[in-house]
């Protein structure tokens, strides 16, 4: 694998890694012992990753990192208040349009994950 490809594989493993965490990270208070642990448990696992690939530190390379870790909190905090909002609407009136249906089923795959 060139040195090109495995940090693309694991820039996008570090996103995937970091979107359960950040669902996590949403659910807790802010500035917790919990909230803590979902913000930067996901950093030893991303390191251990790029070390197990023989990864070396770049500089150039450490935005893509930054923005993919970021990113992946900000996806599963989007997932869960996302679903958490649509799960209380939906009480309140049925889903009528083919958009709501498919978040019904995406929210529903992400609470039995």
């Not at 996103?15 to 803590?36: H, I, T």
């Not at 500089?59 to 208040?81: E, H, M």
């Amino acid at each position: 694998m060139t040195d090109t490809a495995a940090y693309l594989v694991a820039i996008g493993a570090t996103f995937v890694l970091n979107v359960p965490f950040g669902y996590w990270r949403e659910g807790v208070r802010k500035f917790s012992p919990q909230w803590f642990l979902a913000v930067h448990a996901a950093a030893r696992l991303v390191i251990a990753l790029r070390l197990a690939l023989g990864l070396p530190f770049r500089w150039k390379i450490l935005p893509f990192f930054v923005a993919a870790y970021f990113g992946g909190q900000f996806a599963g905090s989007w997932l869960r208040s996302s679903c958490t909002t649509f799960q209380t609407s939906r009480t309140s009136r049925p889903a009528t349009t083919a958009s709501a249906s498919a978040r019904a089923t995406s929210c529903a795959r992400a609470a039995t994950a």
